[in-house]
């Protein structure tokens, strides 16, 4: 492990060999932001997966979606991927993936309703 770190380390210190110089008086590149590697898994989910990850997210949420309608990326925040999700009965949600595949939703969703087990809903004017 440590021969292969040292290989390494001497490759990345050569690769700097023969590029020309600032002299000191340039700035340093800007550096690339560093994605996190779920990212990856969710853009390589069909459209369907998709739909019943950010599903998921919003029901694990404690919000109300009756079946995700659209998925649209937005820009990043704070480096994190974001997505606008649309609901077909409640509207639209932002999910935020954190580090760690970790979710987080807002938005100005209905609070998901729960009836106690064994409730009957019957429909209006019929008391």
């Not at 690769?15 to 853009?43: V, Y």
């Not at 997210?57 to 820009?75: L, N, S, W």
Request: hydrophobic share 30%; proline share 8%.
């Amino acid at each position: 492990m440590k021969t292969g770190l040292a290989v390494v380390m001497g490759g990345a210190l050569l690769a700097g060999c023969g590029q020309p110089s600032s002299g000191g008086n340039g700035t340093a590149p800007a550096a690339t932001p560093t994605t996190d590697p779920m990212e990856a898994k969710i853009a390589a989910l069909t459209p369907k997966q998709r739909e019943i990850t950010f599903y998921k997210a919003i029901y694990d949420a404690d919000y109300q979606c009756d079946k995700v309608v659209k998925i649209t990326d937005r820009p990043r925040d704070n480096g994190h991927q974001v997505w606008l999700v649309t609901c077909n009965d409640t509207g639209d949600y932002y999910v935020t993936l954190l580090p760690g595949g970790v979710f987080t939703v807002s938005g100005t969703p209905q609070a998901k309703t729960r009836l106690p087990s064994g409730t009957k809903v019957l429909p209006k004017g019929s008391d």
